[in-house]
Every structure is written in C-alpha cells, then in structure tokens.
C-alpha cells in the first residue's frame, strides 16, 4: 500500500469514527467549470443583498489561494435530518437544519479533531477548517469528490441518503488518493421546480437567490417586500420545499447527533405560542441555535409577515 493510500484510509477511517456521513478527497486546483457559471450567476443579480457573495470571486474557485500550497480538498458531510418535526401543522415552519445546536460549532469541533488526528498519525502539515464560512464552493468540491451530485434545486443529493446534510472542507498541502465524481440522477424530474413557493428555481440547477425563501427570512435585514405576502408557506426561518419533495430524501434516515435535537420545548409550540413569543423564550430555545442569525426581531418580523 503506498504512504498515499495509507494517509487517504486513515482520514476517511478518522471522518467515519466523527460521525461524518461520508468523505470525499479531490485535487485543489481552479474550477473550471464553475467559473463561468458564477460569474453568470452574479451578473444576473442572483444574489440579491448577499453583498459577500461577490467578494473574493479568485479563491472562492481555487483553494490554492485560500490554503498556499495545498493539495487536496477534503469534503466531508454531516446528516442533521431530524428524527422528529413541528408538531403542530399549523405553526410558523423551521428549516430542519436549525433544530438543534448551530451547525458551525458542531462541525468546526469535529474537524479540529480530525485535523489533529491528521497531524499526530501523519505529521506536520499546513490546514484549514471551512463550514460554510469562507468562500469555498461546498457544492462542487463534493460533487467533485464523488459524494452525490448537484441537483436541479443546486443542492447536493446522494443516492442512498438524499440531501439533508451539511457539507465542510479540509484543504490540505497533503497528498492523497482522489475521488471520482458521480453522475447526475435527477434524470426528467422536475418535482423541486413545481413545488418552490416563489419560483425561485428560474432554470433546472439554477436558483435565484433573491427570491428564495431562505434568503428572505435569513439574509434579507430590511423589510420583507409585500409582493411576497402569502407566498412564504408559512416558512418562517429558512425553507426545505424543494428537499422535502426530491424522491431521493425518501432515503433520510435520522441522524445520531444529540448536539442536533431540538430544544424539549420547539417541537411542541403551537401557531399561538411563536405568535406570541417573547425574547425571553426566543433566548431560550435559540440559546445556541443558528436561528440567532435573524435575532428575535428578524424571527417576530417574519411570523408577523406570514399571519393573514
């Protein structure tokens, strides 16, 4: 077995033993592909107030200039898909991914530790985390890696578990085995099309961001436009239409991180009770949730817009 095999089984033995779904190692280098269409994409204004979604355009597609001398990017997925949902069917909607605690703690724990384990077995070498906070194109160093393929909502699907997971990298100036890329199974399905509440997916692969429910009830911090009134299925921080009808998350199985369960009490509140929540039980439930992104008046601005 040469040495690059060898580091490439204990990483992914390493990531396995985390409680990582899966890991997927490529070669960093410039996304070619991705070029075109990111800049098409920003041309078109898809990003809406997302201001940082222009910046750092050069490293957003070449590790190389994010991590100096790095050789491979390592993706890894986490399941979140929850065992339980919002009992009451009536109540403002939570995307499933804020349930618990804020992803970005859990993950950034877990890929320290990895990295270390990296440095103790194999030796010095130069890293960094990334969970969804830097400019790396998630999305397409998995698909690239072979972890499932970008669907036509642009999220990642994998065949045998779907896609209510998270996505982080590790780009290393290490040498490894690389990963081939899977096909595309979406085939004539056009269910995530069909269902998005605001026609956000303009085109197969391509969403609008600026029209999504995720970017209004998320990033948007002025007023939420009247034109969207009555449009927001009762979405009130994020929105997993176009997850919650792909064929492929008839896969999802519950995940097995207790940092992901929800607050005892989130399940059970009633339309009523986030009607008339109060920052001391905002506070509570949302102590160490990703939710605290929209702070207690970005939550009560989005409830409000959604009653009739």
């Not at 779904?21 to 107030?49: Q, T």
């Not at 050789?71 to 997925?77: A, G, Q, T, Y």
């Not at 979140?80 to 403002?92: F, L, N």
């Amino acid at each position: 077995m040469s040495i690059k095999t060898k580091h490439t089984e204990l990483i992914k033995a390493e990531a396995k033993r985390l409680g990582f779904l899966s890991c997927g190692i490529s070669k960093a280098g410039f996304l070619e592909v991705e070029a075109p269409r990111l800049e098409k994409w920003l041309n078109d204004n898809r990003n809406g107030k997302m201001q940082y979604m222009e910046n750092h355009f050069d490293k957003r597609l070449d590790p190389t200039k994010l991590v100096e001398g790095s050789k491979s990017v390592i993706s890894l997925l986490l399941n979140y898909y929850p065992h339980h949902i919002q009992k009451d069917e009536k109540a403002p909607k939570l995307s499933k991914y804020a349930y618990g605690m804020d992803y970005h703690f859990v993950i950034k724990d877990k890929l320290k530790t990895l990295l270390h384990t990296i440095e103790e077995e194999i030796g010095a070498v130069e890293g960094r985390a990334f969970v969804d906070s830097a400019p790396v194109l998630d999305k397409a160093w998995a698909a690239k890696s072979g972890l499932g393929w970008v669907g036509k909502h642009s999220n990642l699907i994998t065949k045998k578990t779907g896609s209510f997971y998270f996505i982080a990298e590790l780009i290393l100036d290490l040498d490894l085995d690389y990963d081939m890329p899977t096909t595309d199974h979406c085939g004539s399905c056009t269910a995530c099309i069909d269902a998005c509440p605001t026609q956000a997916i303009v085109e197969p692969y391509v969403v609008d961001g600026s029209k999504c429910i995720s970017y209004f009830t998320i990033e948007l911090k002025e007023q939420l436009p009247t034109e969207m009134k009555g449009q927001f299925n009762d979405w009130m921080f994020g929105c997993d239409v176009c997850q919650d009808v792909c064929p492929w998350n008839r896969f999802s199985k519950p995940h097995n991180e207790p940092l992901f369960n929800p607050h005892p009490e989130l399940l059970d509140m009633s339309r009523k009770d986030w009607e008339e929540i109060t920052q001391e039980v905002f506070s509570k439930i949302f102590q160490k949730s990703a939710v605290k992104r929209t702070k207690f008046s970005g939550l009560t601005r989005n409830i409000e817009f959604l009653k009739d």
